[in-house]
């Protein structure tokens, strides 16, 4: 499986940023601390819930040392403020979840190279035809999508003609990305973005129903809801803690306190990764054991 880099892009991004011009010699002692990690990653010999364990730990100390001790305690107040903007902080969750999906912690994965990672995945597809003579011209579509932070499923070609010969002059053409699973990212997480999460879960799921749409945050900003009153199939709070109030955000020895006392738990990380097999080892549906089950699913 080829990795994307989707937290390496966000540092040298910032690294190319005229506005971040004071903080330069500081990422890209982050970026040799990332490259640091991913080796270290990737010489993992462990298979399982133990090899997600020791990634996890890995993580906790890649984060601990871009947040902390760089960010936090180094950089300008620029960057300490817009490193969300920046995406320098939950982008680097979005590269932990690609390694995630390996064999040697999920099996059942398909021969077929499976996409896994950020995509502008697929909600839904319609058809807009201008009057009923322009049904026999090039079809006119119009396709929602939305970005996600992390996603499994494969780019999907089409092609709609009136003409069944597919002469081009008369064919739209195109490609999509169908997600059959599909995550969110956060590190701070309130009621407004659980109500935009239920949203996006609602159109991803109409565009592909046996879909499952999952929610990781490190930190809570709001009371714990019943997500099985939305399309959300399970929001994982992965420090196990809420929000720093406001007025501790901004000092260093709050952030590396809260670090330290509440790290990522790889028992969390581990129960989404269950979610994960489950969902890869299930037949989605099959009409034909209806009969059998006594029911349409």
């Given at each position: 499986?080829?990795?994307?880099?989707?937290?390496?892009?966000?540092?040298?991004?910032?690294?190319?940023?005229?506005?971040?011009?004071?903080?330069?010699?500081?990422?890209?002692?982050?970026?040799?601390?990332?490259?640091?990690?991913?080796?270290?990653?990737?010489?993992?010999?462990?298979?399982?819930?133990?090899r997600v364990l020791e990634m996890t730990k890995l993580l906790n100390e890649y984060k601990d040392l871009l947040e902390v001790e760089l960010i936090s305690k180094k950089c300008s107040s620029f960057l300490t403020r817009q490193k969300g903007q920046l995406k320098l902080d939950n982008s680097v969750l979005e590269e932990f979840?690609?390694?995630?999906?390996?064999p040697k912690i999920i099996s059942g994965l398909p021969k077929f190279e499976i996409e896994a990672g950020p995509q502008t995945a697929f909600m839904s597809l319609s058809f807009k035809p201008s009057q009923i003579s322009s049904l026999n011209n090039k079809p006119e579509i119009s396709l929602k999508v939305k970005d996600q932070d992390f996603t499994i499923g494969k780019t999907i070609y089409y092609k709609f003609s009136p003409d069944s010969g597919f002469q081009k002059k008369s064919t739209t053409e195109g490609s999509l990305f169908l997600a059959v699973l599909a995550a969110e990212c956060k590190v701070n997480y309130d009621k407004t973005m659980f109500q935009e999460c239920a949203g996006t879960a609602s159109r991803i799921k109409q565009g592909c129903p046996v879909s499952k749409y999952y929610v990781l945050v490190?930190?809570?900003?709001?009371?714990?809801?019943?997500?099985?009153?939305?399309?959300?199939?399970?929001?994982?709070?992965?420090?196990?803690?809420?929000?720093?109030?406001?007025?501790?955000?901004?000092?260093?020895?709050?952030?590396?306190?809260?670090?330290k006392r509440y790290p990522i738990d790889g028992e969390v990380i581990w129960k989404f990764v269950q979610e994960i097999h489950k969902f890869v080892d299930a037949i989605w549906y099959d009409p034909n054991e209806a009969l059998k089950r006594g029911s349409f699913i």
């Open positions: 499986m080829m990795y994307k880099s989707p937290h390496k892009e966000k540092l040298l991004a910032a690294i190319s940023n005229p506005k971040c011009k004071n903080d330069v010699s500081i990422l890209k002692e982050a970026l040799k601390a990332y490259e640091s990690w991913i080796k270290a990653l990737l010489s993992l010999k462990s298979t399982g819930k133990e979840l690609i390694h995630l999906v390996d490190e930190y809570l900003d709001m009371e714990p809801e019943d997500c099985r009153l939305t399309e959300i199939d399970n929001v994982f709070i992965l420090r196990r803690v809420k929000r720093l109030p406001f007025e501790k955000r901004n000092k260093f020895e709050e952030v590396e306190n809260i670090h």
